[in-house]
């Protein structure tokens, strides 16, 4: 029986993503784990895996062609023995075909609904716990990724050929999606949650344009990641009570300190091992700021409170076209110098769109830092499942009074923007008061 290879859901809330490349051609053999294409989404481009093996009978959606939807059949496999020129006649697209239909003709009010939601699992890849036999079928590789996870394999929605669980199913049920329909909602089975409020639409191009004259403008089309922080940002807005605190820290121990530490690295091949900054050392404050006021380490959902273990710490980086925050996980844990190494691994591979799901989403807080633009002051958006994130304004010089005696100090502010719902005013002045005591006495990083 053919085998359907179809666009894979990379994130939770992917939609659609642009096949960028074919790595394999019609006629090759293909094996588990084989590496068959790059796929292109809103924040990175990921290398599709092989989960079954096969001859390659028929690449149905060409390399380059953008906007392919979740679910799609994007190419046939020839199971063992099979004749690939009757896989290849297009037998095997027709269940997906018919699965895409009931999307097409959702009402809008249901499309917004889901918007914001794991892309759904199509009925075509029924998880494995309903077959007759009430066997879970997952590759090797995904079962141990679960056990070490603490997943139970059967609670995972499976997207390979006929339900299969494999590894990126595994991957996206540890960063908070990809349950089965059932398991996620079971809590709420007894009292659905009522459906989401449709989001404002913004503007029409007939709208605006009317205010121009012809030829003074040009359209420059929404890519994907431009359309997904829209649609993120707009809906935090519009159902996260903000409120901001900011504070005012003087730099002059933590500069002196990172001069220390930065002329005291040691060298490999004749560079330093590393090279600290000021923004290695906002990451590390305020993860241990989480850490002494755990109450503030928290995501708000409409059930519970989910209080965090491990201060997961992400941090905006600007790439063309948009923004994406790779995070730094368990950073009350990491030295100083591990911070300031991965950071730089993961912005140098945020900027050329090569980061794995698991290394941007999530995260228990985030830190935007303007600073280095010149930006004294401003207040940041809280990024769900986040409750908190930290706006890093630039360090410069000011007259301060100590002692009743003016003097120059070095000064940065600080917004902490926060989700009303989860963290109160008191709470969150007490956890921006314990990240200003680490910037103001660095040493405390280091024990």
Known sequence: MPINITMPALSPTMEEGN???????????????????????????????????????????PAGTE??????????????????SVAASGNGA????????????AAPAAKAATAAAPAPVPAAQVSASASSDNRTFASPL??????????????????????????????????????????????????PAPAAAPLAKGPSDEAVLKNFAEGSYELVPHDGMRKTIAKRLQESKQTIPHFYVSVDCELDALLALRAQLNASAPEKDGKPVYKLSVNDMVI??????????????VSW???????????????????????????????????????????????????????????????????????????????????????????????????VVKKGQMVVANVMTVTLSTDHRAVDGALGAELLGAFRRYIENPMGMLV
């Open 284 to 297: 590390k404050a305020i993860a241990l700021a989480l850490r002494d006021v755990p109450d503030a380490n």
């Open 142 to 191: 995904a079962r141990r990724l679960a056990k070490e996870a603490g997943i139970d394999v059967s609670a995972v929605s499976g997207t390979g050929p006929r339900g299969r669980v494999v590894k990126k199913d595994v991957e996206m049920a540890v960063a908070g999606g990809g349950l089965k329909p059932a398991a996620a909602a079971a809590p709420s089975a007894a009292a």
């Open 301 to 399: 959902t409409d059930s519970n409170m989910v209080k965090h273990k491990h201060a997961d710490v992400g941090v905006a980086v600007s790439i063309p076209g948009g923004l994406i925050t790779p995070i730094i996980r368990s950073a009350e844990t990491k030295s100083l110098s591990a911070i300031s190494n991965e950071m730089k691994d993961l912005g140098a591979r945020a900027k050329s769109r090569k980061l794995k799901p698991e290394e941007y989403q999530g995260g228990t807080t985030a830190v935007s830092n303007m600073g280095m633009m010149g930006v004294k002051n401003f207040a940041a958006v809280v990024n769900p499942p986040h409750a908190t994130i930290l706006a890093v304004g630039a360090g410069e010089e000011r007259v």
């Open 19 to 61: 096949l960028a490349k074919w790595l394999v051609k019609e006629g090759d053999k293909v094996s588990s784990g084989d590496v068959i294409a790059e796929i292109e989404t809103d924040k990175a481009t990921m290398e599709v895996e092989a989960v079954d093996e096969g001859t390659v009978a028929k690449l149905v959606v």
């Open 94 to 105: 027709a269940p997906a075909a018919k699965a895409e239909a009931p999307k097409a003709e």
């Open 67 to 84: 906007g392919v939807k979740v679910n799609a059949v994007i190419a046939v496999l020839a199971a063992e023995g099979e004749d690939v």
